[in-house]
């Protein structure tokens, strides 16, 4: 079988608007999230973090002259788009896929002073919309499956490119800080009011971030990015548990990993690094740290990037993974940051300062509501 | 690669108060409120599954499909090696606006996780994960329309790779009055090989 490749790229957030500055910042320790006190999302101040929009308004202008046809993160999603299609040097044909990974999409359009007509909050005309602007031949496929999105979107483009749908697949990934999304997961009692510490014992719950990603997923071994990886095995298995929250032993996490890693030929240990889920819930951390102690998979380094971009929902699993493949390129581990002491059942290496060292392999995991989790591993391409 | 095509083994409805399996009607209901009617069908299903009256309306339209369809497979009491594949247009924005309204008026704001928590239309596949022990592939789609080329490409890769024995695809749609439910069971055996995106289509027009 055809080997599948994750390649160019693209991050649009408050800590930049492309992936090289955007790790950049990750490398320096900078964080994204920002005390934000908007009575409009959420009667009390929250951490989160969130593009400013002047800047978004001023880049948009560049590749757009019609800054009023756009909602905030079709803009978003469009720039972060068209850095990775100018970069791929690609010509989009009939054998060009695209994946739109989103929870929510527009769903500030129905808020009631909204400027959009509420047909905006349909994902389908959201994939329209980006669909057109870049003249995609074929018909968008939305991916909506809670937390896992970004990265279940990988495995997505990656089947559809051994079956013979498509040659290379643009996915694009993004999420709004919306008045919708903070009043529900306030409601859950889920939301931090300090800035999330994954994986610690004074952890609290979360933050919520906007985020746009973008990739181009290809066979094609010639014109690959720097930072490259292969796609070498993926799996996505469900909890069967709970809708709501993570299942006590791990399981779906456990199975998506098993299968993934089998998949790929490696062995749990053979992994170099874990970019793994860590929302700061205490439920969700300490069953990640179950899953990977069945694993075998304690030892290995691992962090959670919600410290610095909050979680970015659909774009997270997607935002990760770029961080992590530019991980492997500079081999560097990022620190997990907002980590204090460890406050998991089972035992977990945490990052705790930026670290220099030979990478070659790593796991990315997320897990979400409905009990779904995802599993990818990737390996670094070295023009071998 | 040539794969010779593989089984659909069952495929049900669930539309204009009619639930139906394999091209037969099994339940109807004289309700005219779609509450009514998912009430109805359930109690006509005979599912005593508590769990049911928590869903949302996109859920209950998926679960009660599913569980016709699935209960007539003679599945394992253990668990089952079945992957589920949805789609739909309206993803769950039925759920959606139900929760934008408890937030729209600052002085009459009620945000509730059982609403929340329905916001996301794969939660559908996690409620007949559950029921049936399923810890298997799942994905939820958004198309503009029903799409068996791309459901018919995912689910051939799931069984080809290896990572499912069976797959539960189809379509779930519920947008405020409307809804319709269509889900078929693909099979790793290549039997009938009647899993080709004309017989999708066939049956999914019927």
């Known amino acids: ?384 | 690669m040539v794969n010779k095509d593989f089984d659909i083994k069952a495929f049900a409805y669930f539309k204009d108060g009619k639930i139906s399996l394999n091209g037969s009607v099994l339940y109807s209901s004289s309700e005219t409120e779609l509450p009514e009617i998912l009430k109805d069908i359930y109690k006509k299903l005979e599912t005593d599954y508590r769990k049911f009256f928590k869903m949302d309306v996109l859920s209950k339209v998926a679960f009660l499909t599913a569980d016709m369809l699935l209960k007539s497979q003679n599945l394992a009491s253990e668990e089952n090696d079945i992957a589920v594949i949805l789609s739909n247009n309206a993803s769950s924005l039925d759920t959606d606006r139900n929760h934008q309204n408890t937030i729209a008026d600052k002085d009459n704001y009620y945000p509730s996780p059982a609403v929340f928590v329905y916001t996301l239309a794969n939660i559908c596949i996690g409620e007949i994960s559950i029921k049936y022990k399923l810890f298997s592939e799942n994905s939820f789609f958004i198309f503009e329309a029903f799409n068996a080329q791309y459901l018919h490409a995912y689910a051939n890769q799931l069984l080809i790779s290896k990572k499912a024995k069976s797959v539960l695809c189809g379509w779930v749609n519920v947008d405020e009055e409307k809804y319709e439910a269509f889900l078929y069971l693909v099979n790793e055996t290549n039997e009938k090989g009647n899993h080709t995106i004309a017989e999708i289509n066939r049956l999914y027009n019927n």
């Open chain 1, 1 to 384: 079988m055809n080997k599948t490749y994750v390649s160019h790229n693209n991050i649009i957030s408050s800590l930049g608007f492309n992936s090289a500055a955007v790790v950049e910042k990750v490398a320096s320790e900078t964080t994204g999230l920002e005390l934000v006190d908007d009575k409009t999302i959420l009667p009390q101040p929250f951490y989160a973090s969130v593009i400013n929009k002047s800047k978004l308004n001023l880049a948009f202008a560049e590749i757009s002259e019609d800054q009023n046809r756009y909602t905030r993160l079709e803009k978003m999603m469009l720039l972060s788009l068209a850095d990775v299609v100018k970069q791929s040097k690609n010509t989009i044909s009939d054998r060009t896929g695209l994946i739109i990974s989103t929870t929510k999409g527009n769903i500030d359009v129905l808020e009631n002073n909204s400027k959009f007509p509420k047909s905006k909050s349909y994902l389908s005309e959201l994939a329209t919309t980006v669909a057109n602007f870049f003249n995609f031949k074929t018909q968008p496929i939305v991916v909506s499956n809670a937390c896992v999105s970004g990265v279940l979107a990988i495995a997505i483009a990656k089947r559809y490119i051994n079956e013979g749908v498509f040659d290379e697949v643009f996915i694009v990934s993004g999420d709004l800080v919306t008045q919708f999304i903070l009043s529900g997961f306030n409601s859950f009692q889920a939301l931090s009011t300090e800035m999330c510490k994954p994986y610690s014992d004074d952890r609290t719950g979360i933050n919520i971030g906007e985020v746009a990603a973008s990739i181009l997923v290809t066979k094609d071994k010639n014109n690959l990015s720097n930072e490259a990886c292969e796609i070498a095995g993926d799996s996505s298995c469900n909890d069967a548990n709970h809708i709501s929250g993570p299942s006590r032993t791990g399981e779906g996490l456990f199975r998506s990993a098993k299968v993934a890693l089998k998949e790929a030929g490696v062995k749990a240990s053979d992994i170099d690094y874990i970019s793994a889920h860590g929302t700061a819930t205490s439920f969700n951390d300490e069953m990640e740290s179950i899953a990977f102690e069945r694993l075998g998979m304690s030892h290995i380094p691992l962090n959670s990037l919600k410290g610095y971009f909050g979680h970015t929902l659909g774009a997270s699993g997607l935002l990760e993974t770029i961080v992590g493949m530019y991980s492997l390129n500079q081999n560097k581990l990022f620190t997990s940051l907002g980590f204090s002491v460890k406050g998991t059942s089972a035992p977990l290496n945490i990052i705790t300062k930026n670290t220099s060292t030979s990478l070659n392999t790593f796991l990315k995991t997320a897990s979400g509501f409905g009990g779904c989790n995802t599993a990818v591993v990737f390996k670094k391409f070295n023009n071998q």
